[in-house]
């Protein structure tokens, strides 16, 4: 049974930072690629940043560069997401998502799985 459950969510003022965790089981870890997705409230779920399975390669969106950073644990079956210097612009619900992509070719058809969701809201 495959589960991805995210943590870490809340409210922080602006400038500040959080640290948000998504826990895998069920099924191959690192022969995922993992990605972080956000959805603010009356717009579309829009990816923020994804790792490659053996954790070598990265992507962000142009708004959180040098902000936001990604890693994986996979060892604990684990991906992170580091939110610092907060903006309320980044307030929304975040998404881990699982995409199965070994050897960096991705085939969703095997592979796409979703967590459900965890609060961000950067407000003073």
């Known amino acids: 049974q495959v589960q991805l459950v995210e943590s870490g969510g809340g409210l922080v003022q602006p400038g500040g930072s959080l640290r948000l965790s998504c826990a895998a089981s069920?099924?191959?870890?690192?022969?995922?690629?993992m990605n972080w997705y956000r959805q603010a409230p009356g717009k579309e779920r829009d990816l923020v940043a994804r790792?490659?399975?053996?954790?070598?390669?990265?992507h962000y969106v142009d708004s959180v560069k040098g902000r936001f950073a990604i890693s994986r644990d996979n060892a604990k079956s684990t991906v992170f997401l580091q939110m610092n210097s907060l903006k309320p612009d980044d307030t929304a619900v975040y998404y881990c998502?699982?995409?199965?992509?070994?050897?960096?070719?991705?085939?969703?058809?095997?592979?796409?799985?979703w967590g459900q969701g965890t609060q961000v809201t950067v407000s003073s």
């Open positions: 069920g099924f191959t870890f690192e022969s995922y690629a």
């Open positions: 790792i490659a399975g053996a954790g070598d390669r990265t």
């Open positions: 998502n699982a995409v199965y992509c070994p050897n960096y070719v991705c085939n969703p058809n095997r592979g796409d799985y």
